[in-house]
């Protein structure tokens, strides 16, 4: 078996001098991730109590609970801040629950929060980002928009209720209960219309969606908010995405199961933010596990705020299109993203290490770090960069992408279709891709490397052969 199929081929033995050199630059880029700690400020609140039951009967906090919950979250924040007390019980939301400053949302152990499914319940609109594009639509379930020090904890389970007969059929895929005449995302006055506003660059004020246009509402949305926790809780069901912090600043997410076999049911997405912690998390999704995003397209580049400081640790990852992955909707750049010491294991996981763009979106994706990932099995590559993702034949771009200074250490696969698939374009290349103590075992074929102008394989095993290069 041939376990590179390079194009063009070009390849070097490695020398001692190269290996040094690689290992100096794990070195440097793992040691900024103390500095990254130091940054995140895990928001502090008041020790006052607001309990829930002080605003309504069981009766009718069980009824309709999202009435209650706005009359504690109005006092806590104007009485400075404290932690709301959700007891134990089941209830339901009709509509939305908004976020303000210096508030811990705290669902006790038992807690069910069950929110309504119904479209109507998630109006007015509110200012969002939808795909990388922003506009107005649907409020998330869960919604903050420029606050400080706020949180949501505690044990509760918060249940979106989305499934085939609700929210799903948008997508527009017989899968998620769409039939034939059913309206969804694919209407041309829907999704198409959204980003046709971004590429003629619409004053984002007449971008406005919500009821007649399908787009699906993310799960829990904090937008320009900073010092964030969110932890202990079980998410499920989401519409869409089921975490998105968008330009957000210091975010903790720790404890956290997200559960959600819809379409594009993203666990976690870090948009446009810095300073983002993500461990000891559980996810189990429809669609990527943590997909790292910067805006898409005009949008992307105008607002121009990359996601950066990014780090990942002790996380498993069962389903999913990929377990970290970083794109597509990255026009505003990635850098300095850190993944350690995580579990990837299912049949229906596609890929430990994911990263696409094209040149229509572009953006530059750099110094991404990955070490000590136990992977089981994933359906297609263990690491994975297409640079050509969802462009049509002959379509060209004006924005190539850049990926370089990509770094994985210590992985060891199981079972996998292929090991590395590296997809570039003729310019810019992908540059600077190291992999070392890597072990792939069980891989079906050959590995595929195109426009991939340096890599660095030391130390790596590929169905027990060893594989050490340079190009």
Same mark, same amino acid.
């Given at each position: 078996? !041939?376990?590179?199929?390079?194009?063009?081929?070009?390849?070097?033995?490695?020398?001692?001098?190269?290996?040094?050199?690689?290992?100096?630059?794990?070195?440097?880029?793992?040691?900024?991730?103390?500095?990254?700690?130091?940054?995140?400020?895990?928001?502090?609140?008041?020790?006052?109590?607001?309990?829930?039951?002080?605003?309504?009967?069981?009766?009718?906090?069980?009824?309709?609970?999202?009435?209650?919950?706005?009359?504690?979250?109005?006092? +806590?924040?104007?009485?400075?801040?404290? !932690?709301?007390?959700?007891?134990?019980?089941?209830?339901?939301?009709?509509?939305?629950?908004?976020?303000?400053?210096?508030?811990?949302?705290?669902?006790?152990?038992?807690?069910?929060?069950?929110?309504?499914?119904?479209?109507?319940?998630?109006?007015?609109?509110?200012?969002?980002?939808?795909?990388?594009?922003?506009?107005?639509?649907?409020?998330?379930?869960?919604?903050?928009?420029?606050?400080?020090?706020?949180?949501?904890?505690?044990?509760?389970?918060?249940?979106?209720?989305?499934?085939?007969?609700?929210?799903?059929?948008?997508?527009?895929?017989?899968?998620?209960?769409?039939? !034939?005449?059913?309206?969804?995302?694919?209407?041309?006055?829907?999704?198409?219309?959204?980003? !046709?506003?971004?590429?003629?660059?619409?004053?984002?004020?007449?971008?406005?969606?919500?009821?007649?246009?399908?787009? $699906?509402?993310?799960?829990?949305?904090?937008?320009? #908010?900073?010092?964030?926790?969110?932890?202990?809780?079980?998410?499920?069901?989401?519409?869409?995405?089921?975490?998105?912090?968008?330009? #957000?600043?210091?975010?903790?997410?720790?404890?956290?199961?997200?559960?959600?076999?819809?379409?594009?049911?993203?666990?976690?997405?870090?948009?446009?933010?810095?300073?983002?912690?993500?461990?000891? +998390?559980?996810?189990?999704?429809?669609?990527?596990?943590?997909?790292?995003?910067?805006? $898409?397209?005009?949008?992307?580049? $105008?607002?121009?705020?990359?996601?950066?400081?990014?780090?990942?640790?002790?996380?498993?990852?069962?389903?999913?299109?990929?377990?970290?992955?970083?794109?597509?909707? @990255?026009?505003?750049? +990635?850098?300095?993203?850190?993944?350690?010491? #995580?579990?990837?294991?299912?049949?229906?996981?596609?890929?430990?290490?994911?990263?696409?763009?094209?040149?229509?979106?572009?953006?530059?994706?750099?110094?991404?770090?990955?070490?000590?990932?136990?992977?089981?099995?994933?359906?297609?590559?263990?690491?994975?960069?297409?640079?050509?993702?969802?462009?049509?034949?002959?379509? @060209?771009?004006?924005?190539?992408?850049?990926?370089?200074?990509?770094?994985?250490?210590? @992985?060891?696969?199981?079972?996998?279709?292929?090991?590395?698939?590296?997809?570039?374009?003729?310019?810019?290349?992908?540059?600077?891709?190291?992999?070392?103590?890597?072990?792939?075992?069980?891989?079906?074929?050959?590995?595929?490397?195109?426009?991939?102008?340096?890599?660095?394989?030391?130390?790596?095993?590929?169905?027990?052969?060893?594989?050490?290069?340079?190009?």
């Amino acid at each position: 078996m !041939k376990y590179f199929k390079i194009i063009p081929v070009f390849i070097l033995i490695i020398s001692s001098l190269g290996c040094a050199g690689k290992n100096d630059l794990q070195k440097s880029g793992w040691d900024n991730v103390e500095n990254i700690f130091s940054q995140i400020k895990v928001p502090q609140f008041s020790s006052t109590e607001f309990k829930i039951t002080n605003y309504g009967t069981i009766e009718d906090l069980r009824a309709n609970i999202k009435p209650f919950i706005e009359k504690a979250i109005q006092e +806590c924040s104007s009485k400075g801040g404290g !932690k709301i007390i959700i007891p134990a019980g089941e209830y339901f939301s009709k509509g939305p629950i908004h976020l303000k400053s210096n508030v811990n949302l705290h669902f006790e152990e038992g807690v069910i929060v069950n929110f309504s499914n119904n479209p109507d319940d998630y109006l007015p609109v509110v200012f969002t980002r939808w795909e990388g594009v922003e506009c107005y639509n649907y409020s998330p379930l869960i919604y903050a928009y420029e606050q400080e020090n706020i949180a949501i904890t505690g044990n509760g389970v918060l249940n979106g209720q989305a499934d085939n007969s609700n929210w799903w059929p948008w997508k527009g895929k017989a899968e998620f209960g769409y039939e !034939k005449g059913m309206p969804s995302q694919l209407d041309d006055y829907s999704r198409a219309r959204l980003l !046709k506003l971004d590429e003629d660059q619409v004053n984002v004020s007449e971008r406005i969606f919500g009821d007649g246009y399908y787009l $699906r509402p993310n799960f829990v949305q904090f937008y320009k #908010c900073k010092n964030i926790l969110l932890s202990d809780v079980e998410i499920i069901n989401s519409p869409m995405w089921v975490i998105h912090p968008v330009l #957000c600043e210091n975010v903790t997410i720790k404890n956290v199961k997200t559960i959600s076999h819809g379409p594009n049911s993203d666990g976690c997405n870090p948009e446009s933010s810095r300073n983002v912690l993500i461990e000891h +998390c559980y996810f189990d999704n429809g669609d990527d596990c943590i997909a790292i995003k910067s805006g $898409r397209n005009y949008d992307g580049r $105008r607002i121009a705020t990359p996601s950066e400081n990014i780090v990942i640790r002790n996380c498993t990852m069962k389903d999913g299109h990929g377990g970290v992955v970083i794109g597509s909707e @990255v026009s505003g750049g +990635c850098r300095n993203v850190y993944a350690e010491n #995580c579990k990837m294991d299912s049949p229906h996981l596609d890929r430990m290490l994911r990263i696409k763009s094209n040149a229509l979106r572009g953006g530059v994706v750099e110094n991404i770090f990955i070490r000590d990932i136990e992977v089981g099995t994933v359906s297609n590559a263990v690491f994975l960069i297409e640079l050509l993702y969802e462009m049509k034949d002959g379509e @060209v771009g004006e924005f190539p992408p850049t990926v370089r200074n990509i770094s994985v250490e210590r @992985v060891k696969s199981n079972k996998s279709e292929y090991a590395l698939q590296l997809i570039g374009i003729d310019n810019p290349q992908i540059d600077g891709i190291f992999i070392s103590d890597c072990e792939f075992n069980n891989v079906e074929k050959d590995n595929f490397i195109q426009n991939v102008k340096s890599i660095t394989l030391n130390n790596v095993f590929i169905n027990g052969k060893q594989i050490d290069y340079i190009k």
